[in-house]
Nanobody, 117 residues
Framework: QVQLVESGGGLVQPGGSLRLSCAAS????????MGWYRQAPGTQRELVAR????LTNYADSVKGRFTISRDKNTVYLQMNSLKPEDTAVYYC??????????????WGQGTQVTVSS
């Protein structure tokens, strides 16, 4: 059993910043990757950023503005120069090997980010 707790979402003006956090707890043997996805109304869920073994990758739309980082079982997403197009529900994603040696993927509940003047 793994629990993900997301925080940091909210309302911000264009050009502003937010920092999302996602803390994982429970029975985790090892973490393969952690990441952030988002879904805006009427769109498919898309990858925003991902970190694995110290390597990171970003959606083209957020490169240079967002930074993903990890501290043990917590993943962060620093979002700068926010645009209205960034408005979405952001979901934490956790890819792990559990104590039984089985790969399992978990999702957070989602946190709303709204960028509006």
């Amino acid at each position: 059993q793994v629990q993900l707790v997301e925080s940091g979402g909210g309302l911000v003006q264009p050009g502003g910043s937010l920092r999302l956090s996602c803390a994982a707890s429970g029975s985790i043997f090892s973490i393969n990757a952690m990441g952030w996805y988002r879904q805006a109304p009427g769109t498919q869920r898309e990858l925003v950023a991902r970190i694995t073994s110290g390597l990171t990758n970003y959606a083209d739309s957020v490169k240079g503005r967002f930074t993903i980082s990890r501290d043990k079982n917590t993943v962060y997403l620093q979002m700068n120069s926010l645009k209205p197009e960034d408005t979405a529900v952001y979901y934490c994603n956790l890819d792990v090997m559990n104590r039984s040696g089985v790969r399992v993927v978990y999702w957070g509940q989602g946190t709303q980010v709204t960028v509006s003047s």
